[in-house]
């Protein structure tokens, strides 16, 4: 393989080792297991710190505009194909959690195509997004600009699950 295939590899198992560590972590927390959870959150930052060097070797990524239309692309690609394709795959094998699932995600990743969307059209008006509050439900990754007072339009978790990203 050419090091270009090389750095790519790379960054795909260092971004995925990095999400995964904080999985681990949350996983200790819940355990009881602090020191643990600290050890996993410590690993998943060094592994971001890897990735977001090969990738800067790379020079994968380009201005915010950019990365917009990147990341509505593969929302589309993701709710379009890739959930569509599990779900149709979960239901024919009789796994109702596993389509429950892909089915929600499938929504939630509809929703960020049609958020980053919105965001690109101001994006390209105003020159930034529209300033506001971003939210994230913890249960099933739906995300919505503004607090949320209601129950979650995708998995009907209250409002108390929504958390403001900063």
């Known amino acids: 393989m050419s090091t270009v295939d090389n750095l790519r590899l790379a960054f795909t198992e260092e971004a995925k080792n990095s999400a995964l560590y904080l ?29 977001r060097a090969e990738l800067q070797i790379l020079d994968d990524y380009g201005s915010t505009v950019d990365n917009m239309q990147f990341a509505i692309a593969t929302e589309e690609r993701e709710f379009q194909n890739m959930y569509a394709r599990f779900l149709k795959d979960a239901r024919k094998e009789g796994n109702e959690e596993a389509a429950d699932l892909m089915s929600k995600i499938m929504k939630v990743e509809r929703a960020h195509h049609d958020l980053l969307q919105e965001a690109m059209v101001k994006l390209l ?6 300033e506001g509050s971003v939210f994230v439900c913890r249960t099933c990754g739906n995300t919505v600009v503004g607090a949320q ?5 995708i998995c009907g978790s209250g409002p108390e699950m929504f958390h403001e990203v900063v």
């Open 23 to 51: 999985i681990f972590a949350e996983k200790a927390d819940s355990e009881g297991k602090p020191h643990a959870a600290r050890l996993f959150r410590a690993l998943a930052e060094s592994e971001l710190i890897h990735g």
């Open 149 to 153: 007072s209601e129950a979650c339009s």
């Open 125 to 130: 008006d105003a020159g930034d997004v529209t």
